[in-house]
């Protein structure tokens, strides 16, 4: 803003590279997801198991929709919650402006494509910010589906829908002598249950819905701290943050108390969704600040000419370097000379 217009600049490229880039970009990664989800293309991996593990015979807590924390309702608050809160920011931002002296250094500028289209500083904010949550979220559902496929770890519940025949696997039941797991069956074909059910069970690591939660709390409660000008009060955004935080935390708790996950796969999912979250609002969208018209950010080095400075005692009233004045004001020579000789 110079003299109360908006500043303009005209690009040519920011449609193209919408269109053709960004877009084809996100449905890729959507496509992926998909294929890791909801198809077999990639097969999850068949990961063995000892006969008589407590650790895999809890019983089957029935399918995931009949959870206390459901696929959609999750789904729904990861989708909902963060494209609420940046909605609403960003436009308490544009109605609301902050004061000059606590806007960033530089601003944007209104992009003027071809004859028609404007795209000013808001609109391209809350475009940027929600299309990067998006690619995030997709990505997440890839690195989550991804270690599911690659590990194959069994579930609590893996040996109540698997249902093995130990008796044709050569299995011995336990004994106060051998209270343990006596063998490791790898055979592909120990497990007697329901196919789709057994290949839901190996896919426990990463905790997928522990991942997303994790990724859609971290990115909302970054920008609610960045983003978000409280004045007259220190706790408003720490209880917003760790009410955000509440929700994550209690999916976690459901996935393993219905003994759908154990704690690993839980933490592993948290761990996975606030590294990509982390990583999306430091590296891509700058902590949710503004760029400058420019494309360039000042470098640490560039920014030092509006440091404090000191002035050195050395240059104060300076003296000449040629004669040295006694305490009385009188000269003194700085080297003795010869008397004049009278001719």
């Not at 589906?145 to 130990?166: D, I, K, M, W």
């Not at 459901?254 to 609002?281: K, M, P, Q």
Request: with cysteine.
């Amino acid at each position: 803003m110079a003299g109360g217009r908006p500043h303009l600049k005209r690009s040519f490229s920011i449609i193209p590279c919408f269109v053709f880039v960004e877009s084809v970009l996100l449905g890729v990664v959507v496509l992926l997801a998909y294929r890791l989800e909801f198809t077999d293309t990639f097969p999850v991996h068949t990961q063995g198991f000892f006969c008589y593990d407590s650790t895999y015979a809890k019983p089957y807590p029935g399918p995931e929709a009949a959870s206390r924390a459901p696929p959609a309702l999750i789904y729904a608050l990861v989708t909902a919650g963060p494209t609420l809160t940046i909605l609403l920011g960003e436009l308490a931002r544009a109605f609301f402006p902050a004061p000059p002296s606590t806007l960033p250094v530089a601003g944007e500028s209104t992009i003027v494509s071809g004859a028609c289209c404007r795209f000013s500083p808001p609109l391209r904010r809350l475009v940027r910010f929600l299309g990067v949550y998006s690619f995030g979220l997709f990505t997440t559902t890839i690195f989550a589906n991804a270690g599911q496929v690659v590990t194959g770890n069994p579930t609590p519940h893996f040996l109540s829908v698997c249902r093995p025949n130990y008796t044709a696997l050569g299995c011995s039941p336990p004994s106060p002598d051998r209270p343990g797991p006596d063998r490791f069956v790898t055979d592909q074909g120990a497990c007697a249950g329901s196919p789709s059910l057994v290949a839901a069970a190996r896919r426990a690591f990463p905790c997928k819905d522990a991942a997303l939660c994790a990724y859609a709390v971290t990115y909302t409660a970054m920008y609610v701290t960045l983003v978000f000008r409280v004045k007259g009060s220190r706790l408003v955004k720490p209880s917003l943050c760790l009410a955000l935080l509440c929700p994550a935390f209690l999916v976690g708790v459901v996935r393993v108390a219905e003994y759908r996950n154990h704690w690993s796969d839980v933490l592993a999912g948290f761990l996975t969704g606030a590294a990509i979250a982390t990583f999306l609002v430091t590296c891509v969208v700058h902590n949710f600040q503004s760029r400058p018209p420019s494309g360039r950010r000042l470098s640490p080095w560039e920014d030092l000419g509006q440091a404090p400075t000191m002035d050195s005692p050395l240059e104060k009233n300076p003296r000449p370097a040629g004669r040295i004045r006694h305490r009385h004001g009188s000269p003194h020579p700085s080297r003795r000379t010869a008397p004049a000789v009278a001719t």
